[in-house]
């Protein structure tokens, strides 16, 4: 999931173990006298893990009739309103999420200011809940993907599927880096090793039991967070190092106040980027109705709020500590470079080793919970909207479950191979992410709410986003601009854009889908154009291979009919005998016995 507001290491997280100074070198060893439990620890916690995951996959396959490939891309749709909430809430609360609202808080010039990602998260959901969760829901979809590739083919489709998978599987990466570097603070063990076994507990518990798993694992997933959070807390606070946090909010002590401050230039920074995600609509789809959708995005809010405040805390905790008083190797953590790791640091020096164990089960959980959701985003939509509506659409039921069995093996190798070899993974999700934000959630706008756009405007749309979001430059990609917008400035060998560009790139391709779709309609309805040059079939062709029929998208026994938006079935028509776009937009309200007359 999207952490637009985490504070960007320009490193990856991976480093050498610190070694300490002569002079704590007893410390040292007294501290490995402790490794052993915390990794006991972990085990335990993982293998905890493992088996409600494996008790879910047994829950999935005993769970009655129906597709088993739907059951595990969104849990048979019987998600209850308790689980859904949690999954999801778990699912936006990653390792990214705790870690880098920590960070935030903790960087001077930053502070809780601009921790954007607890209210940019609660406001995406919010937006999600009231105005995406009920028309995705209510249309009975599978994946995100699906309302694409019903409006505007399946070669547009597979367009759009490159930066949605591209964004799950940098997210996945980042995280299960920031996962190793996190064990190796604590309890001092490879972090290769730390990230395969994290990589292949999560790829397996996803890989038998799809949604299911992933879901019941968030419950416990998030308990623990909260838990072991939150019992950290308090010894941290109480260590004679740290400064009560309420004076250091509004005080410089041994930095700038923690509250931080946002300066004009910089408001417009903030952008709201966690709606068109795989993730969040497989919990949506997953709920048992339309209604359901929407109450769990909204609890959803809260919990990300509520979740958040640990972390906060903690941050501030570092903040407001004399690390030179500490057994701390160096002055400060931000002079170490470390900051992106103050959660952990104030778990292992500012707590008793018992308890920063119950951190790192915190922080583990954290990761894992966020991990599994975007392998199972990737795959799931390779083995729908790829494979199977795109290739394969007389693939059997059987077919499309080894196939996503497949591909979130291979996703999440990818992604564990990046987290361990690619120096730059979090430049690349960051990327990625904008991506998303950028070309989908303007494609989404149109294909849920607008009438009348068509493939050529979706194409012109997403080259016209993708080649602005490009051209404004990537600072942790090192990435030039080639456009400079008004207040950008160099911070070192870096340009930074203070203009907000990323929005207008995503205004832009939203309002060139829009024209270039009416212009194209015009010039083949007044007859400008010949009917030969709708090479898409977008605009003229009446049934088209490259539209999808809604009976191939949506079936009845999946979904409530009085759940519905008024859309005449078609029971009778195959792959071949495809609707229009126009009639994808059309509100029809009448009996089938019409629509067979119609087709006739």
């Not at 299960?176 to 292949?200: E, H, K, P």
């Not at 190798?413 to 361990?420: D, G, K």
Request: aromatic content about 12%; hydrophobic content about 50%.
């Amino acid at each position: 999931m999207p952490d637009q507001g985490k504070v960007q290491p320009e490193h990856s997280g991976r480093r050498e173990k610190r070694k300490p100074a002569g002079k704590r070198e007893n410390c040292y060893i007294f501290k490995m006298a402790f490794h052993v439990e915390g990794l006991i620890a972990i085990i335990v916690f993982y293998l905890a893990i493992l088996l409600v995951g494996i008790w879910a996959a047994w829950k999935t396959k005993n769970s009655g009739d129906g597709d088993r490939s739907e059951a595990i891309i969104v849990g048979g749709r019987d998600i209850g309103l308790l689980v859904g909430a949690f999954t999801m809430t778990a699912t936006w609360v990653g390792g990214g999420y705790i870690n880098g609202t920590a960070e935030a808080v903790y960087v001077p010039g930053f502070g809780l200011a601009w921790a954007q990602a607890p209210i940019g998260y609660a406001l995406s959901l919010v937006v999600g809940g009231l105005f995406f969760a009920k028309p995705m829901r209510s249309k009975g979809y599978v994946t995100m993907l699906d309302p694409f590739q019903q409006i505007y083919g399946k070669r547009m489709g597979g367009l759009i599927f490159i930066p949605a998978v591209m964004g799950e599987m940098f997210w996945a990466a980042a995280i299960f880096s920031a996962l190793g570097a996190t064990i190796s603070v604590i309890i001092d063990i490879n972090i290769n090793i730390s990230v395969i076994v994290s990589a292949l507990i999560a790829i397996l518990y996803t890989l038998v039991g799809g949604l299911y798993s992933v879901a019941y694992t968030d419950v416990v997933q998030l308990f623990c967070i909260f838990l072991g959070l939150w019992i950290s807390v308090p010894f941290a606070m109480s260590h004679p190092a740290v400064t009560d946090i309420g004076y250091t909010a509004v005080h410089e002590v041994f930095q700038e106040p923690w509250l931080g401050t946002i300066k004009t230039p910089d408001i417009f920074i903030w952008i709201l980027g966690g709606i068109p995600w795989q993730a969040y609509f497989q919990r949506v789809l997953s709920s048992s109705s339309a209604t359901y959708a929407q109450v769990l995005s909204l609890l959803a809010a809260f919990g990300c709020l509520v979740m958040a405040l640990p972390a906060v805390l903690i941050g501030a905790i570092g903040a407001s500590t004399a690390w030179n008083q500490t057994e701390y190797d160096g002055p400060d953590p931000k002079l170490n470079n470390e900051a992106d790791m103050i959660l952990p640091i104030v778990l292992q020096y500012l707590c008793p080793v018992y308890i920063s164990f119950f951190g790192l089960g915190a922080v583990s959980a954290a990761v894992m919970s966020s991990a599994d959701s975007s392998i199972l985003s990737a795959s799931s939509m390779f083995a729908r909207n790829i494979y199977q509506l795109s290739f394969r659409q007389s693939a059997s039921d059987n077919e499309i479950v080894w196939v996503m069995r497949i591909t979130i093996f291979v996703f999440g190798a990818l992604a564990t191979a990046m987290a361990l070899l690619t120096q730059s993974v979090y430049g690349l999700w960051y990327l990625s992410s904008d991506l998303v934000y950028i070309i989908i959630f303007p494609q989404l706008l149109c294909v849920l709410f607008v009438k009348g756009t068509n493939t050529y405007g979706a194409i012109v749309g997403y080259l016209f986003g993708l080649l602005l979001r490009i051209t404004g430059g990537e600072p942790y990609l090192h990435l030039q601009p080639l456009i400079f917008y008004p207040g950008w400035y160099k911070d070192d060998d870096r340009y930074v854009q203070r203009f907000p560009f990323k929005t207008v790139s995503m205004l832009t391709s939203f309002f060139a889908n829009l024209g270039v779709s009416h212009l194209a309609k015009y010039l083949f309805e007044s007859g400008t154009l010949p009917p030969k040059l709708d090479f898409l079939d977008a605009v003229v062709a009446k049934y088209s291979k490259e539209n999808m029929d809604k009976t191939t998208l949506v079936k009845n026994d999946n979904i409530v009919l009085s759940e519905l938006t008024p859309v005449n079935p078609r029971h009778s028509l195959t792959l071949s005998s495809t609707f229009t776009n126009k009639e994808a937009f059309s509100d029809i309200d009448s009996s089938p016995e019409v629509s067979t007359a119609e087709d006739k």
